[in-house]
């Protein structure tokens, strides 16, 4: 594993919203990122959300980065 240090691209929009309705939730930005990347992956945390009541919630992102190579949206603690 090789530690190495970026921010996510500059515009960067993630939300949080539960399906229901409602205000999207709000997210805690981080002021650092510390990056991991294995096997040819490059993980970057940006913020965290906290999720008070159980339910089903969108999580959307954007805008569309031409030179991203598959971006993706990994969930978890």
Known sequence: MIDVMFAAPPGLQVTVTPVGGGRPLPIEMGL???TSTK?????????????????????TAGP??????????????
Do not use: H, M, W
Not at 39 to 59: F, H, L, M, N
Not at 65 to 74: K, M, N, S
């Open 39 to 59: 096997k040819g992956q490059s993980r970057d945390a940006i913020g965290s959300v906290e999720i008070a009541a159980p339910g089903t919630y969108t999580v």
């Open 32 to 34: 650092a990122t510390n």
């Open 64 to 77: 569309e980065f031409p030179d991203a190579v598959e971006p993706q949206i990994l969930l978890g603690s």
